[in-house]
């Protein structure tokens, strides 16, 4: 591994993946004081796949690691000693070698509308929604079958601009990542789990380091969230289970309640929203990952073979 000084996090170029690089640095900082000098952490942007092919949806360049793959190459070379990634954005099967150390505190998880109006039963009739989500476009026709959604890639400011220079009626994104961004303004709704279910660890800032690399996992522990960990893990076995990729028209949502316990939804769905089919389960937190098991389990039974197939789930 190349030397500790500076200490190297990689990332995304984006803004937004620029704002969590930093809050991990000054996490760190806080955190172990011998890394508050100026130039103790660098942080080094990777353009990646899913950066540079922008012009068509992920489901049809790929999906898995696309926003991945070129910074945990930069990982495994010794070029980086941590990545940070949101964790939305991770497959679950990791590359050989790699783990995830740590994630932070969780930001708020839920979609918001970005429109004229403050809600998607406002939405005028046949109105263009943006979105290269399937997730999203499931939920929205299932609620709105009316509407035309026409795919919306780019980064936050980008889509955006979109809504309104007019080109799309409205579009949704992560709170999580405007409130990073300080454009929480540009919310013309919050969308409660209830009426879109966000996609697996939304809001989740994740570090992934090598697991052998004792030194970089002894940095990183001082800032992991256990709360944030178990509802990661429990989201993303949901995902596991279903055998599915980022990509998937899936939405899930695990909190942890008064009582301390796991409370899970979760849905798989048709991209047009003709068939949206729903699981919830409660539990310790402990039983937090079998209980996703059942929950996939249960929904890749309502959904059958051929949507599976149609939906690219694999057997497994």
Known sequence: ????????????GSPLAL???????????DAHPRLAATDAVEIVPIKTTGDQVTDRPLAEIGGKGLFTQEIEAALQGGRIHMAVHSMKDVPTWLPEGLV????????????????????????????TVGTSSLRRQAQLLAQRPDLSVTG???N???????????QVAATFLAVAGLRRLGLVDSIAAVLPPEEMLPAVA????????????????????????????????????????????????????????????????????????????????RGPVADG????????????????????????????
Not at 156 to 166: M, P
Not at 209 to 214: G, I, S, Y
């Open 289 to 316: 990952l079998a209980m996703a098991k059942e929950a996939a389990a249960e929904l890749r039974a309502q959904a059958g073979p051929a949507l599976c197939r149609q939906l690219g789930l694999d057997e497994g």
């Open 156 to 166: 936050v400011a980008t889509r955006l601009r979109k809504v309104a220079e007019g």
């Open 19 to 29: 704002a969590q690089a930093n809050e991990v640095r000054e996490r760190l900082r």
């Open 1 to 12: 591994m190349a030397s500790r000084h500076p200490i190297r996090i990689g990332t995304r």
């Open 152 to 154: 919306l890639r780019g």
């Open 202 to 281: 939304q809001g989740a800032i994740g570090i992934e380091m090598q697991a052998e690399d004792d030194e970089t996992g002894r940095l990183i522990a001082a800032i992991n969230d256990a709360a944030t960990e178990a509802r990661v893990r429990t989201e993303r076995g949901l995902l596991d289970g279903l055998r599915g990729s980022c990509t998937t028209p899936v939405g899930v949502y695990a909190e942890l309640d008064d009582a301390g316990e796991i409370w899970l939804r979760a849905l798989l769905a048709a991209p047009d929203g003709g068939s949206v089919f729903r699981a919830e389960r």
């Open 100 to 127: 995830i150390g740590a994630v932070l505190p969780r930001e708020d998880p839920r979609d918001a509308l970005i429109a004229e109006v403050d809600s998607i039963s406002a939405l005028p009739a046949g109105a």
